[in-house]
Structure formats: C-alpha cells, structure tokens
C-alpha cells in the first residue's frame, strides 16, 4: 500500500518558523527540547490497519509527568510535560522518510497519525508519553511505502544524546 501524505502548506512553515522561539521557551530554553508537532503537521488519512506492524517498532509509555494530554501541556516541559523521548530511525535505509505513530490509551485507538514534515537519514526523537498509552511508530518513504523502523536509543530531554535529531 502507498500512502500520499501532503506537504505542510507554506503558510504553516511560516507559523512554524514564528513559533520557534515560543517552543524553544516552552521546552525549557534548551535546543534539544524544541517540539517540532503541531496539529497543522499530521496527517489520518490512512486506517492503523494499512500499517504492517512488523516493520514497527512497538512502544509503552513511561514517563511520570502528565499522565494525560492536556491540550499542548503534554508537549511543554516547563509546564510539567513529557520529557522521556525514544530514538528511531530506519533500518538498511538512507533516504529521505517520515515518521507516524498508532496510539492506543488502555486498549483504545486515539490516534493514527503520520508527520508531514520530511527526515533525512538521521534518526528522530519521539516523547514516550505516560504509561497510559501503548502503540507503535512506524516510518514511511517518500513513494509512501512503509520501511522498517528500528530503535536506536532512549533518555531524557537535556541528556545531550542525538544532538543533531530532531524532536517530533
């Protein structure tokens, strides 16, 4: 199955571009902590059931901050949120990817999603969340196929791992 994932229309880059100072504050003033996810970035247009779960890497949820979303919160460490992050990316692959994620809270669908926004190569960090929610990220290449995905490593934002990836 290929999967056609939109680009992120070029007025939303320029939102993106203006709130970067706010997720860098909202991150606790460090790089590695700048959010890269805002609704306007992902894309449901796909079923969970057109992702081929063994190219995915399965995923609980451990961090001990928020234990639900709350609106943005969730995505702000200043204000208590998620700060534990897993590191992914491709395996025997070198180009150009994007990254999505199948969700579940207690059993329970609550998100598909695939980022809008294209990765090179290098891996990508993702926030764990609570233990609350379970699921899986998978990855995608640019003809939309699926590709298989790996984990690469896990922290803590500020822990100075991956400092070139980036934080979705």
Same mark, same amino acid.
């Not at 200043?78 to 059993?107: D, E, Q």
């Not at 609350?132 to 640019?142: D, K, P, R, T």
């Given at each position: 199955? !290929?999967?056609t994932v939109?680009?992120?229309?070029g007025? +939303?880059?320029?939102?993106?571009?203006?709130?970067l100072p706010?997720m860098f504050?909202l991150?606790?003033?460090?790089?590695?902590a700048i959010?890269?996810?805002?609704?306007?970035?992902?894309?449901?247009?796909? *079923?969970?059931?057109?992702i081929d779960t063994?190219?995915?890497?399965?995923h609980?949820?451990?961090d001990e901050?928020?234990k !639900?979303?709350f609106?943005?919160?969730?995505?702000?460490?200043?204000?208590g949120g998620?700060?534990? +992050?897993i590191?992914?990316?491709p395996?025997? +692959? *070198?180009?150009?990817?994007?990254?999505?994620?199948v969700i579940?809270?207690k059993? !329970?669908?609550?998100?598909?999603s695939?980022?809008k926004?294209?990765?090179n190569?290098?891996?990508?960090?993702l926030? =764990?969340?609570?233990?609350?929610?379970?699921g +899986?990220?998978f990855?995608?290449?640019e003809?939309?196929e699926?590709?298989?995905?790996?984990?690469?490593? =896990?922290?803590?934002?500020?822990?100075?791992?991956?400092?070139?990836?980036?934080?979705?």
């Amino acid at each position: 199955m !290929r999967l056609t994932v939109p680009k992120v229309p070029g007025v +939303y880059r320029l939102l993106d571009g203006i709130l970067l100072p706010i997720m860098f504050v909202l991150g606790g003033c460090r790089r590695d902590a700048i959010q890269e996810t805002h609704p306007w970035h992902l894309w449901k247009g796909f *079923s969970e059931k057109d992702i081929d779960t063994y190219k995915s890497v399965k995923h609980s949820g451990g961090d001990e901050a928020l234990k !639900r979303h709350f609106g943005f919160l969730f995505h702000a460490p200043i204000f208590g949120g998620w700060k534990n +992050y897993i590191a992914l990316r491709p395996r025997n +692959y *070198s180009g150009t990817y994007r990254i999505g994620w199948v969700i579940y809270k207690k059993n !329970r669908l609550q998100e598909a999603s695939i980022h809008k926004l294209v990765l090179n190569s290098s891996p990508i960090r993702l926030l =764990s969340g609570s233990e609350l929610f379970s699921g +899986y990220f998978f990855a995608i290449n640019e003809e939309g196929e699926q590709i298989d995905l790996e984990i690469v490593g =896990s922290g803590r934002l500020g822990d100075g791992q991956f400092p070139q990836s980036r934080l979705f």
